[in-house]
């Protein structure tokens, strides 16, 4: 199928919608269940959702043969014919370990904005100060807001509190280091004890305030 020689833009973060050149597209979905499916593909956290995963998601119960045949029946199949007629093409993607959004002609503010945090923590912990700066508070500018709000479901839910949590432990810690320590490192204020502790801390623990370990499966740049 054709896919489209435009963008399209997924807004995520303070409200959910789709625009192509910067027009609004109304969509009207069949129903909540199909719109939830979908939302649930858009997390940045993952390169893609695992049968197993979804399936717990929107049925409470694991993968199987047969949950992957429901899955097919009741979302796959509408929900590509549904965008195909509303977009002009279908970006799902699925394999045998699971099924993702095909990126390459979407863009989604809240990858914008994980993949943004992270480049900036990189270059903090580098010791680039000067660009860490610039690239959090790009990262501040794109969190518009909580993560697909009124939108519910587990996957959904669990990426709301994961980006809220980045979000806090990150952005609004690690913004005021930067500007306390001074871009070059030189002819700094006086930190607080606050802004000491933060910026001693981990890398990981910046980004999400847990263990390290927390980050199995999930999309880092």
């Known amino acids: 199928m054709n896919k489209p020689e435009s ?8 409200r959910f919608s789709i625009s192509v050149d910067d027009t609004l597209v109304a969509l009207e979905w069949p129903d909540e269940a199909l ?16 049968w197993d995963r979804i399936c717990r998601s929107m049925w409470g119960e694991p993968a ?11 979302f796959i199949k509408p929900l590509g014919k549904f965008l195909i007629r509303e977009l002009g093409f279908n970006p799902l993607i699925s394999g045998n370990e699971g099924i993702r959004i095909d990126q390459l002609h979407i863009t989604v503010d809240a990858l914008e904005f994980h993949r943004t945090v992270v480049e900036g ?27 697909l709000p009124g939108i519910q479901g587990k996957i959904i839910e669990n990426t709301r509190n994961d980006l809220e949590s980045l979000y806090r432990s990150a952005v609004m810690n690690a913004l005021p280091v930067i500007e306390t320590q001074g871009c070059s490192g030189r002819n700094r204020r006086p930190e607080t004890g606050r802004h000491l502790k933060v910026a001693q801390r981990p890398l990981h623990t910046l980004l999400y305030d847990q263990e390290e370990s927390l980050y199995q499966g999930y999309r880092i740049f």
């Open 121 to 147: 923590l990189s270059l903090l912990s580098l010791g680039n100060h000067a660009s860490a700066l610039k690239k959090l508070r790009r990262a501040h500018a794109l969190y518009a807001g909580t993560y």
């Open 64 to 74: 199987t043969r047969t949950g992957r045949r429901r899955l097919e029946e009741a």
């Open 7 to 14: 963008i399209l833009e997924i807004r995520t973060l303070g």
């Open 35 to 50: 719109k939830e499916f979908f939302c649930s593909l858009l997390s940045p956290l993952d390169l893609y959702i695992t």
